[in-house]
């Protein structure tokens, strides 16, 4: 469909940029932090690209007012963050550390000066270790009720200066590599814990969501959904089921649940069968129905392509964390589906498919299945990134990039999307979880590498065009 002229972007509309806080903050065990999972995790052998860790990260924890000035200067109006769970309760629940809160207070505090809007992420992964020892985390159902407790303090603390709130991040992405893939922590390999793990994460989101609303009734709250729409190979009816399966598996399971409080049923009915599906209480469907969410968060990267999938057939691979171009294998659940590549999409060189349609796709699928309002809460190109011997970025495939992806927005709200904001990843550069520091994403490239570095800041050539693109509401693009 081809629109004879575009829209503007609404003049509210929230032109932002994200990070979370393993990625940027380091600082991990100062002011009474508690360590994470993730502080553990990578600390193991053969866990991360070449051991890097977040230990200091880019030290965003002692710089929160250079990298807020930059944000300013820059003309942001929106930043995405997460806070991390054990600094405000270092083992996860009990006493509250003050200090941690005073941290994202002052974060908050420096944002609401420049006009800036805080969107406030809840939870982006790095779960207390304390609660994974105690009780194994996302699969035990008393995670609920700490999480709540977590989130309500939260609420309390910042209700009055926080409008934008994010639930869990990417929880099927997280939980699918910590319990499928065995990638993320606790990396394990069970697709029936996987399942289980999930349905008690889709109760703590409920809940929280249901709390949210007594205590901050004027904000927003939403997950943020790792959304990869899903094509088929080819019109051979083979592919459109395996691209049936693999939307409903990978997408609807989750979006069903959070927006509808139910599953999908051909999914539902197949893990019954295999007895692979989670267990429901008497209680939980409704909880999960009293906790909808007001907007949903999508983190677009890329579209997957599926064929059909015979049984004894390919199984699940880990993704490209390496940057060599053409080494990411096929990846899928025998007898429901397999990724192929598009061959009409060019590539990232970590193989993730470059496609803007894709992202109006995936804007239109959700708007008109949902009916509710959406916010892009991650969209970027990590690429490897070079500092000229003059001190500057050139990071021209950057900016084609999110180009595009902006006017896919402007192409799906034409088609009746409302999109209430558009949050790059990543503000600076970042640790990327697998990947270490050489998969930038950043508007600001941060002088460090997985040994260390000066931590300078330096302003890459994407940021003047961002910079431009938001002082003219989007006119120049
Ligand atoms: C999402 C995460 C982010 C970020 C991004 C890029 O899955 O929510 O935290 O890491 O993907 O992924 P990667 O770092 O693997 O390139």
Redesign the pocket.
């Given at each position: 469909m081809h629109h004879p002229k575009f829209n503007d972007f609404p003049a509210d509309f929230l032109w932002g940029a994200a990070s979370?806080a393993y990625?940027v903050e380091g600082a991990w065990n100062e002011d009474g932090k508690g360590p994470s999972v993730w502080d553990l995790f990578t600390k193991l052998p053969g866990k991360t690209f070449e051991g890097s860790n977040g230990d200091v990260a880019v030290d965003h924890y002692h710089r929160v007012e250079e990298d807020v000035a930059l944000m300013a200067e820059m003309g942001l109006k929106a930043y995405r963050f997460s806070v991390s769970w054990p600094r405000i309760f270092p083992s996860g629940r009990g006493e509250v550390n003050e200090a941690g809160l005073a941290f994202y207070e002052r974060l908050i505090d420096a944002l609401l000066a420049h006009g800036i809007e805080p969107v406030l992420t809840l939870y982006?992964w790095d779960l207390p270790q304390a609660l994974q020892d105690e009780y194994g985390g996302w699969e035990d159902r008393r995670i609920i009720d700490d999480f709540e407790h977590y989130c309500v303090t939260l609420y309390q603390r910042f209700a009055g200066k926080v409008k934008y709130w994010v639930s869990l991040?990417?929880q099927n992405?997280n939980l699918t590599n910590a319990y499928q893939l065995g990638t993320h922590p606790p990396a394990v390999q069970d697709r029936k814990r996987f399942f289980a793990a999930n349905h008690i994460a889709f109760l703590a989101n409920a809940r929280v969501i249901k709390a949210f609303r007594q205590h901050v009734p004027n904000g927003l709250i939403g997950p943020?959904f790792?959304y990869s729409p899903a094509y088929p190979a080819s019109c051979a009816p083979s592919d459109m089921l395996a691209f049936e399966n693999a939307e409903e598996f990978t997408n609807l399971w989750w979006l069903d649940a959070y927006c509808f409080g139910r599953y999908p049923q051909a999914a539902l009915a197949y893990l019954r069968e295999t007895g692979e599906a989670p267990e429901i209480l008497p209680g939980d469907l409704e909880l999960l129905r009293e906790g909808t969410p007001d907007y949903i968060g999508v983190?677009y990267?890329y579209t997957l392509t599926f064929t059909d999938n015979p049984l004894g057939g390919q199984t699940m691979q880990r993704?490209n964390t390496t940057g060599q171009k053409g080494t990411t294998p096929s990846s899928g659940v025998p007898g429901l589906y397999k990724t192929t590549p598009n061959p009409h999409l060019e590539t990232s060189n970590?193989d993730w498919a470059i496609d803007p349609t894709g992202m109006r796709i995936a804007l239109r699928r959700l708007s008109s299945r949902y009916g509710l309002p959406l916010m892009i809460t991650?969209n970027g190109l990590?690429e490897f990134d070079k500092l000229t011997a003059d001190g500057r970025v050139q990071d021209d495939y950057r900016i084609a990039y999110l180009h595009s992806h902006l006017k896919a927005c402007q192409e799906a709200m034409q088609d009746g999307v409302e999109l209430i904001g558009y949050c790059a990843?990543s503000f600076t550069d970042i640790l990327?979880?697998?990947?270490g520091y050489q998969?930038r994403?950043g508007f600001v490239y941060v002088e460090r590498d997985e040994q260390g570095g000066s931590l300078r800041r330096i302003k890459k050539e994407s940021f003047h065009w961002y910079s431009q693109v938001i002082a003219s509401g989007g006119k120049t693009l």
């Open positions: 979370a990625q982006h991040n990417e992405y943020s790792a983190n990267y993704i970590w991650e990590g990843w990327s979880w697998l990947n998969k994403y």
